[in-house]
């Protein structure tokens, strides 16, 4: 079955994480991605952890499925190399500092005079044209900046970085996107165009509601550890064994079915309950009572309780627990792959699934320069005596 980017090609520039998590989502659906690394050294999550035969689970996870070629940009011949792939791929991405393709000769003004149907997409920190385009940016300073960190945690302890490269990931699947919008519309028109991401812009949109809390409703969102700030209750409550349940109650009825539950069927009926803006209010004596009668039972027991009348609840699985859940194993959401020189290993799957064309996450990660004689050959028609010039010359 043919996947839906099959027949796109996609030249990866991209170093770490947010660019290679998008160049990895185009291949998982079909696109060939040729990622350029540099000789000797390569992409720089290669010397992140873990390590498995010297090879870094961080870089296969983020670069499943591409083939790996080796250049060195110091070289014009390695330059010529580049502008000669430009002329035959469908995207170019990246997500160096704003003005280092520029530096190298490999801006979207220089390519697409090559190329003028090229998809060229620039992810970076704060954006192409950002007043902040200069400044150094890592996930942890989009997080800060955009605001995410100043909801994020306990309001007696400090603002706290969501657990995982939240500035990064968002910033991949939006380059993802905005790429995938910009080939339906050259498919419609014949035009390239560049897509530009910023990070910063990324986990802004993923602070959600708060913006119009604050730009409409005036209000200044804090940190109010798990529990949501609008609805009650909808937090973690401590149970028998513990440990942690989530209730998440968002409506009058789910409230009614929860205090029956707990054998106080009149609860609601109490004003500092009776309505979801009330119980957000008095979220602090609520938690309370419903603590007070999950002394009783352990997670387990609670969550059957609350399953049999449609409570939206859950456990708070560690990663290991999540590794095992049955809805992650049957969708999918591990596969295995046999990486080279590491054997087989499990990875992350993709949640998109698609009836018609589904996409196929299970391939293994380039090593250094593994198709770098391969591309040159069947892309660009090199003979092996000028591919064996252009490693003397220390081309690749």
Sequence with gaps: MDKALAGIKVLD??????????TSNLSDLGAEVIK?????????????????????????????????IDLNFKSDKAKEIVYELVKKVDVVVENFKPGVM??????????????????????????????????PAYDIVAQGRAGMMSITGYPDNPPARVGSSLGDISAGLYAAYGIMVALFHRERTGEGQLVDIAMMDSVFTFIETNIVRHTIGGIMPKRVGARHPLSAPFDIYKCKDGGYVIIAVASDPHFQR?????????????????????????????KAIIEEWLKDYTVDEAIDKFNEVGIPCGP?????????????????????????????????????????????????APLLGQHTEEVLKEELGYSDDEIAKLKDEGVF
């Design 13 to 22: 520039f991209t170093n770490v994480l947010a660019g290679p998590f998008c």
């Design 36 to 68: 350029i690394e540099r000789p000797g050294t390569g992409d720089g999550s290669r010397i992140f952890g873990p390590f498995i035969n010297d090879q870094s689970g961080y870089y296969i996870f983020a670069n499943r499925g591409k083939k790996g």
């Design 102 to 135: 520029e530096k190298l000769g490999f801006s979207y003004e220089k390519l697409k005079e090559i190329n003028p149907s090229i998809i060229y997409c620039s992810i970076s920190g704060f954006g192409q044209d950002s007043p902040h385009r200069n400044l």
């Design 258 to 286: 929860l205090c029956d539950v707990m054998g106080q069927p009149d609860l609601p009926k109490n004003p500092k309950f009776d309505s979801d803006p009330h119980r957000s209010e008095n979220d602090v004596e609520l």
């Design 316 to 364: 708070i699985f560690d990663v290991a627990q999540a590794c095992k859940d049955e809805s992650i194993l049957h969708r999918d959401m591990l596969v295995e792959i046999d990486q080279p020189g590491a054997g087989k290993l499990k990875i992350t799957g993709n949640p998109v699934k698609l009836s018609k064309t589904p996409p196929d996450p299970a391939h293994p």
